[in-house]
């Protein structure tokens, strides 16, 4: 009879993926704090710079090679969760939040989300990433051009801004992002004061990140291949060390957004989306 201990190649093996998963850690850390600085300067959101890097990551690593794309959308939603509190918290404090508007226009972009992450798990990763693709060049192209659109009278009524939000919720659900991007020059456009129409764009972002993170979470359930500690399509290793990262570094973007030439930095910012767009469409289409 063998003395050798039956759980020890176990135990070998576990030590063997801890001591494997460790630099990757590190690079979602990292990762993290470049999210994190960006978001804290230039006042965005996240999700469409985090998705291109974590599939590329991800693909390296061998995660998941049919969910690849579905893997990164779940975990760079679940990351605005965490990245988005402390700005809300914030611009409530400054009285920079319209309640108002976040419960008129708040419940057609969850239900949007909700619609678009719970149905991902069925759309194959080449639609995704195209419909990323065109997506984020088209947010990188207003961020670029830094139009601000003329300032009508009123918000519409209640039907109209459900319909607005249900749309855009979808696109937040495609891109895994608060949606910021499109609810804050819709609200300019409907002549709500700037500052208001940023934190209240900070707060939709909010539910919309809870709601899309359940939904990626639902769909990507029972999903045969996924990474041992991925819950759905959310991947706990690579979101903990993303959301590590991102709150050292986000304060610091904030204090540097007084100090630097935002105007071009938010430029030099859409280029860079440009070219993780195409860069996830030539990878996966």
Request: contains cysteine.
């Amino acid at each position: 009879m063998s003395d050798v201990d039956p759980a020890c190649p176990t135990l070998a093996g576990m030590h063997s993926d801890v001591l494997a998963l460790a630099p990757w850690l590190l690079a979602y850390a990292a990762t993290g704090a470049f999210i994190g600085f960006l978001a804290g300067l230039l006042g965005i959101g996240g999700g469409m710079t985090l998705v291109p890097v974590l599939a590329a990551m991800f693909t390296a690593q061998q995660l998941a090679p049919g969910h690849t794309v579905h893997l990164a959308l779940g975990t760079g939603m679940a990351s605005i969760l965490f990245t988005s509190t402390a700005s809300v918290r914030e611009h409530h404090r400054l009285g920079g939040v319209d309640w108002a508007i976040v419960q008129r226009l708040g419940p057609g972009m969850v239900a949007g989300t909700l619609m678009a992450t719970a149905l991902s798990g069925y759309v194959p990763q080449r639609a995704l990433a195209l419909a990323f693709a065109v997506i984020v060049c088209a947010g990188a192209t207003q961020i670029w051009l830094g139009r601000k659109p003329s300032a009508a009278r009123t918000l519409p009524g209640t039907p109209a801004l459900v319909a607005v939000g249900l749309a855009i919720g979808v696109v937040c659900g495609v891109v895994a992002a608060g949606g910021a991007f499109l609810t804050v020059p819709f609200m300019l456009f409907c002549g709500v004061p700037m500052i208001n129409a940023i934190g209240t764009g900070a707060a939709l972002g909010l539910p919309v990140a809870l709601i899309g993170t359940l939904g990626y979470v639902w769909s990507g359930s029972g999903v045969p291949g996924l990474p041992q500690l991925a819950v759905g399509f959310v991947h706990v290793p690579a979101l903990l060390a993303l959301v590590a990262g991102s709150v050292i570094t986000a304060p610091l973007g904030a204090r540097a957004a007084h100090r630097l030439p935002v105007a071009t930095l938010k430029r030099v910012f859409a280029g860079l989306l440009y070219v993780l767009a195409a860069k996830m469409l030539f990878t996966y289409w």
